[in-house]
């Protein structure tokens, strides 16, 4: 099992810059391919970008292309969520998720999942 700590969430403006962080314990971070997702309220959850295992593909929702980036340490257990040109629209809690196999984009294709970290941009 892995267990996935979130952080970097706040306040910014919009135009504004973050990078969320997510923390995994366990020997076996590389294994797992990882996801973040976001969640506004009264919406449901959904995917914004995954990375493989090594870090070699990543995949992300076609509303942050071009604006955020994901990354990997696996020396650090550690997946990044860097996001740029930030919008009002992108406020939600933002999760971090782990799945022990091929990178997938699916909420329900993801085993492990964080607390979550709040997100708000204001206009």
């Known amino acids: 099992q892995v267990q996935l700590v979130e952080s970097g969430g706040g306040l910014v403006q919009g135009g504004g810059s973050l990078r969320l962080s997510c923390a995994a314990s366990?020997?076996?971070?590389?294994?797992?391919?990882m996801g973040w997702f976001r969640q506004a309220p009264g919406k449901e959850r959904e995917f914004v970008a995954a990375?493989?295992?090594?870090?070699?593909?990543?995949y992300y929702a076609d509303s942050v292309k071009g604006r955020f980036t994901i990354s990997r340490d696996n020396a650090k257990n550690t997946v990044y969520l860097q996001m740029n040109s930030l919008k009002p629209e992108d406020t939600a809690v933002y999760y971090c998720?782990?799945?022990?196999?091929?990178?997938?984009?699916?909420?329900?294709?993801?085993?492990?999942w964080g607390q979550g970290t709040q997100v708000t941009v204001s206009s």
């Open positions: 998720a782990a799945r022990p196999r091929a990178l997938r984009v699916g909420v329900r294709e993801y085993d492990y």
């Open positions: 366990g020997p076996t971070f590389s294994s797992y391919a």
């Open positions: 990375i493989s295992q090594t870090g070699t593909m990543s």
